[in-house]
């Protein structure tokens, strides 16, 4: 049995692939899916007033590509659905490594998770927060933020996700991958 790939639009022998073998379809299918693409990063002004009231922001990684890229085409799909319920997100933070995990556990009212317990460090947890005019709103105590956060939360766990804000330690704008993590080996 013969049967040639397709990709994107480039050449391809529909005459080879039997019509009745759906199995080459679905791979055809899988080879060719669009990626979704993260956003451009936000400029330095979106982010006014955020790091004044929560300066370890400052150092945050926004790196899409450090990050686990299945993980990051189910937040682009949730980001998606926030848009079009009118809640533009922004990436607060990605990756973290072990050494700023535990900086920010030590440091009280971040995390609670000490470096190697995050899902941060394994690229599969993100923190993000609602745009409004060009402006990041981290707040809970603004209404329309806290409407995005739970709209966050419905998208985010629809698609098998945690959600940060079921924790007794509510965590809004945190989603990640559903599951254990591995612990990092004793670091001196």
């Known amino acids: 049995m013969a049967f040639v790939l397709q990709i994107g639009d480039l050449h391809s022998i529909p005459s080879l692939m039997p019509a009745s073998d759906t199995r080459h379809t679905h791979i055809q299918l899988a080879l060719t899916e669009e990626k979704l693409v993260p956003p451009l990063p936000l400029p330095p002004e979106s982010f006014v007033g955020v790091f004044a009231e929560r300066p370890s922001l400052a150092n945050a990684d926004r790196d899409w590509g450090k990050l686990n ?21 922004a990436l607060l933070e990605g990756y973290r490594s072990p050494e700023r995990q535990d900086a920010l556990y030590e440091n009280g009212g971040v995390t609670k998770a000490k470096g190697g317990h995050s899902q941060h460090q394994f690229g599969l947890a993100v923190d ?29 766990e629809a698609l098998g996700l945690t959600w940060g804000g079921r924790w007794s330690f509510r965590d809004y704008g945190h989603i990640e991958r559903t599951g254990r993590t591995r612990s990092f080996p004793d670091r001196n």
């Open 69 to 89: 890229q299945d993980f990051v085409q189910v937040v682009l799909t949730v980001i998606e659905k926030l848009r079009q319920r009118g809640y533009p997100m």
């Open 128 to 156: 993000l927060a609602p745009v409004r005019d060009g402006k990041v709103v981290i707040s809970e105590r603004d209404t329309w933020a806290m409407e995005a956060y739970r709209a966050l939360g419905e998208e985010a």
